[in-house]
């Protein structure tokens, strides 16, 4: 079994920036896809950006160029870098990893809020 426990979530101005944070415990080593969805309230969960083990990253194309994807296999954590927010990126960001792609394991979830 694997958790995820997300924290760095919060309130801030359009422009701003927020850097979230993912970390794993458990059966870690399985794990080679991490990766962050969003959900915002009556739409699709949405698929934002993922990392592999091995380095292959993905963004959305909503964040491409504003949100960054990082991970550290030693610590077993995944960093999302939000960069230049929009009131459009508000949303309950919810960390995911699995053993091949990302959906197995699932965080709580962290409220991110993006308003002047």
């Known amino acids: 079994q694997v958790q995820l426990v997300e924290s760095g979530g919060g309130l801030v101005q359009p422009g701003g920036s927020l850097r979230l944070s993912c970390a794993a415990s458990?059966?870690?080593?399985?794990?080679?896809?991490m990766g962050w969805y969003r959900q915002i309230p009556g739409k699709e969960r949405e698929l934002v950006a993922t990392?592999?083990?091995?380095?292959?990253?993905y963004h959305a194309d909503s964040v491409r160029g504003r949100f960054t994807i990082s991970r550290d296999n030693g610590k077993d954590v995944v960093i999302l870098q939000m960069n230049s927010l929009k009131p459009e990126d508000t949303a309950v960001y919810l960390c995911?990893?699995?053993?091949?792609?990302?959906?197995?394991?699932w965080g709580q979830g962290t409220q991110v809020t993006v308003s002047s």
């Open positions: 990392a592999t083990a091995g380095g292959i990253k």
């Open positions: 995911t990893a699995g053993t091949y792609i990302v959906g197995e394991y």
């Open positions: 458990g059966n870690t080593p399985s794990l080679y896809a």
